[in-house]
């Protein structure tokens, strides 16, 4: 999404080493919120079905808050409000960079204060995701997994025999802690494996 000019020098001018921003409250939320519209929006009507996001049934359904199957721009923003210092620190700290979408994480995080509160459970989903979908369908098999057909059916919370990014996500979120210190200990090259350790504990 493009910026407008004045507001990212505004945004450069206050960035300095503060550890929130600046600028008026509900700017970066918004500015999120528009983002993750825009890159989502396979049909171009500006809203969001179930469809055109990697969200659990739960997560949608309260983005939708009239129950009307569409997710608005200003439904997205009143999701994410009061997160303006986490995203703010996301891109500070160079996450428009990342594997990891913020505006995810933050949808998909359970309630707490933690900034990184599934930001790196949602990292290694997508990772798992990319390494083992050897057919590119966006979803992964159990061939494609290789884990027991145990391990596969807690994955598959739906039955349908296949594991979607969401499920993936929502049975890794009890892990963002030790996913955390993973990386934080220098552990990113071998992501996929750690990832694979974890769901043989679950």
Known sequence: MRINPALANQMYLNSGDDESSCMATGTYSTLAAAKYIKDNDKDGDKCLSADEVTLS???YAKLDADKDGKVTLDEMKTSLAGKDD??????KNGGASSDTDITTSLITSSNTSSTSSGTYSTLAANRYLTDKDANDDGVLSSEEVGLSSEVF????????????KAELQSVLSSQDSTIMKYYKNGGTSSTTDLTSRLLVTI
């Open 153 to 164: 059916s807690k994955m598959d919370a739906n039955g349908d025999g296949t594991v979607t």
């Open 57 to 59: 049934a739960a997560a």
């Open 86 to 91: 986490q995203i703010y620190q996301y891109y």
